[in-house]
């Protein structure tokens, strides 16, 4: 079973608008958790990452935000801008050497 | 140019045949690490390795073998390759262990006949 799952395959958003892409993820000991992003014909790059000590991380336009109890974090882009488009995987660190990837989202901003 | 190099990029074999694809970086970095991706399953760790000489399973290592005798090369070794291990691989590296920015390496889509 799936330790982290991402529910919606596809989003698509308008440019200027917000995305939010969801993650959740089964368990509660998970306390390092990542965001990757992906484009064709290439490898994943790493995006943004949060503590589980934390409940909002920022980067540019760029925010994760952690639900420790509802084992829940999001991501959001504002504002979305075409370069954005491109599959997006959540992730988590357990144990400092093994990573658990979601299935990804492959987001769409359309000019 | 910092990178992480994997080759070859496409391969297509027939089951039973052996084969290994390696992974080089060029970063010092003490940790890799092999991931598939598949088609709604995402990527899966395969094995990572956290220096030289140390490496362990990941979540799907079954029919895979690594091995790390210095700190740049981490192969991927299939032994007898299977139509179930048709996938994208992705070989990465991290400065250490719990490192976030995992640096990947461009994929090698393998198809097992």
């Known amino acids: 079973d799936q330790q982290v799952k991402q529910n919606s395959p596809s989003l698509s958003v308008q440019e200027g608008r917000i995305s939010i892409l969801n993650c959740d993820y089964t368990?509660?000991?998970?306390?390092?958790f990542l965001w990757y992003k992906k484009y064709p014909a290439e490898g994943p790059t790493f995006l943004i990452s949060?503590?589980?000590?934390?409940d909002k991380n920022e980067d540019g336009r760029f925010t994760v935000f952690l639900n420790k109890s509802a084992k829940h974090l999001s991501l959001h882009i504002v504002p979305s801008q075409p370069g954005d488009s491109a599959v997006y995987f959540c992730?988590?660190?357990?144990?400092?050497?093994?990573?658990?990837f979601g299935s990804g989202t492959k987001l769409n901003v359309k000019p | 140019e910092a990178q992480v190099t994997q080759n070859p990029r496409y391969l297509i074999t027939v089951t039973g045949k052996k084969l290994t694809v390696t992974c080089s970086q060029n970063?010092?970095?003490?940790?890799m690490s092999w991931y598939r991706q598949d088609p709604g399953l995402g990527l899966r760790q395969i094995y990572y390795s956290m220096n030289v000489e140390v490496t362990d399973k990941g979540d799907v290592p079954e029919g895979y073998k690594v091995s790390r005798k210095e700190k740049r090369n981490f192969p991927l070794i299939l032994e007898s390759p299977s139509p179930n291990q048709t996938s994208l691989y992705f070989c990465?590296?991290?400065?250490?262990?719990?490192?976030?920015?995992?640096?990947f390496g461009p994929g090698t889509r393998l198809t097992v006949l």
């Open positions: 992730a988590v660190l357990y144990n400092f050497n093994k990573f658990y």
């Open positions: 970063m010092n970095h003490e940790y």
């Open positions: 368990n509660s000991m998970f306390d390092y």
């Open positions: 990465a590296s991290s400065l250490v262990a719990g490192g976030d920015e995992q640096f």
């Open positions: 949060i503590s589980s000590i934390k």
